[in-house]
């Protein structure tokens, strides 16, 4: 076979040098041959620069057939990629959020969380549980371990969070400031219920505000290859504290409230459900979501350690009214909103909360109606498994039924 290598000079030359431009033609005129046609004469052969680049490229008479055939390719394949024939083209990558498409997610979790994890993996099939190993050294520190670190690389990755308490924080945290530094494609943080901020009041010189440093230690989580790592919260408790995050995270703030609709379309007395705000505060929070439902506002005030609930606005007689709430701590408020709402003729009394903290057992001050009245007792009391530790307690008893985030949370990991 000829090549450029064997060919001779003035072959070479010939091939190298394209005819020069007569005297008055324009610098850059091309090559005139006897034929009309642009087409043909680009294509013919010993003609212009295409003959030239071929004959050097030493493929011969045939190239000019390879390179129709390999654009004839790539319109076939619709790839739009011009590959060599036999050379299959490059499969073009699926862009995650595409119509069609769903991202693969990697999910660790921390142990509280393993229940929930895996409700979360059964409601999708992208989903994969990966593990950590939740080990101590002698003298109490965390001794941790991600199993196979190296088959995370480039893929997207989240991990479910639970901070209970401040025990377990230090622990997590260092995992969530690890994983996006293994090359991973995305980071993803869910944090069911940011727990600090839900008690503290900003009043004196000196107080100094947790929900705020909490927030600037989630802000600095390591960047991965895909940018900025994402935040998943639900109904966090001070509207302000989505404010204090800063431009290094993607914080996505949702809610509990779908949850509670769909499971009061379930009820038989589904028609006559009138919503109970305890306050002026669960009223702003909620009532767009909420708005329409009848509804009745209460207000509370304190006195000491007493809290006196009043009805603001509404009328409760004959209905079955759910309170309204993003989480309880003792209850006390819950209950005397149950009482007040009971004494002006409400036929049922319900409570939902998104967090149920229950700090010292204070769960076990609910019971259930059992026929006696809205007066002693709930008919339903609705939770999420955003605190684990509290699902684990009341699991199984009246008048607590648990509605779980793992659909809501699976969404949110497409995002």
Known sequence: MATAASASPGALGAAKTPARAGPGAPAFARPTTATSSPRRASSAPGTGRLRASLHLGGAGAGAGAAITSSSAAAAANGSGLHVAPGIAP???????????????????????????????????????????????????FPNLFISNAHSIRGRHVAFLASFSSPSVIFEQLSIIYALPKLFISSFTLILPFFPTGTSERMEDEGDVATAFTLARILSNIPISRGGPSSLVIFDIHALQERFYFGDSVLPCFESGIPLLKSRLQELPDSHNITIAFPDDGAWKRFYKQLQHFPMVVCNKVREGERRIVRIKEGDPRGRHVVIVDDLVQSGGTLIECQKVLAAHGAAKVSAYVTHGIFPNN????????????????????WLTDSCPLTVKAVKDRRPFEILSLAGPIASALQI
């Open 90 to 140: 490059l499969a073009l990558p699926k862009m995650a959020g595409a119509r069609g498409t769903q991202k693969n997610v990697l999910l660790f979790y921390c142990e509280e969380m393993r229940e929930l994890a895996q409700q979360v993996v059964a409601r999708n099939d992208d989903v994969e549980l990966r593990s950590v190993s939740w080990r101590t050294f002698a003298d109490g």
């Open 362 to 381: 204070s769960w076990a001050k609910f019971q259930p109606d059992n026929g006696d009245g809205p007066e002693h007792g709930l008919s339903h009391f």
